[in-house]
T-cell receptor
């Protein structure tokens, strides 16, 4: 699976949009982009995933660039409870699955 | 989604002892994984738990230290053997419903402190 690069930390004001970038320049055509988050002292939580089209669910939106080399997770109206470490990973669906996590982005939402 | 229950949620153990962590899923799943998360660090995959056969270990992890069982599609155990303070970590069970679905679901973790 391709490797990902994320900023170590970001901060965002409550009520504003949080835009978390992820670089996956070596992604191959059959690899999906997945996002998870881990709130302190909890297990990671799945957020969203996509292949090449933009995706939206009740938690977030995922914007994938046309060349698929990067993506952005958008939390449209961040709350204090969105403070967490956000992980971006890529994987091939149906292939040999070795889900590995990088260091992620520590997002702090402040009042 | 899948509901995952891990036991114990936390424990304090003495050096040289062993502890077995249980992972119970509320439905059958194809893939089960065990991760370790050391303080302030990201998740490191220990192994893939295979039903009815030996687990597949990642580099740096061996069966003698981390024996894993998976007797069926809803249950797995991880044992941390002959513990040392360096084994103090959070151990997480994770599942994927099928090999073709990428979403992982995680338990709340088992926080282990070795004195």
């Amino acid at each position: 699976d391709a490797k990902t690069t994320q900023p170590t930390s970001m901060d965002c004001a409550e009520g504003r949009a949080a835009n978390l970038p992820c670089n996956h320049s070596t992604i191959s055509g059959n690899e999906y982009v997945y996002w998870y988050r881990q709130i302190h002292s909890q297990g990671p939580q799945y957020i969203i995933h996509g292949l090449k089209n933009n995706e939206t669910n009740e938690m977030a939106s995922l914007i994938i660039t046309e060349d698929r080399k990067s993506s952005t997770l958008i939390l449209p109206h961040a709350t204090l409870r969105d403070t967490a470490v956000y992980y971006c990973i890529v994987r091939v669906t149906g292939g040999s699955y070795i889900p590995t996590f990088g260091r992620g982005t520590s997002l702090i939402v402040h009042p | 989604s899948a509901v995952i229950s891990q036991k114990p949620s936390r424990d304090i153990c003495q050096r040289g002892t062993s502890l077995t962590i249980q992972c119970q899923v509320d439905s059958q799943v194809t893939m089960m994984f065990w991760y370790r998360q050391q303080p302030g660090q990201s998740l490191t995959l220990i192994a893939t738990a295979n039903q009815g056969s030996e687990a597949t270990y990642e580099s740096g992890f061996v069966i003698d230290k981390f024996p894993i069982s998976r007797p069926n599609l809803t249950f797995s155990t991880l044992t941390v053997s002959n513990m040392s303070p360096e084994d103090s970590s959070i151990y997480l069970c994770s599942v994927a419903r099928t090999q073709n679905t990428g979403e992982l679901f995680f338990g709340e973790g088992s926080r282990l402190t070795v004195l």
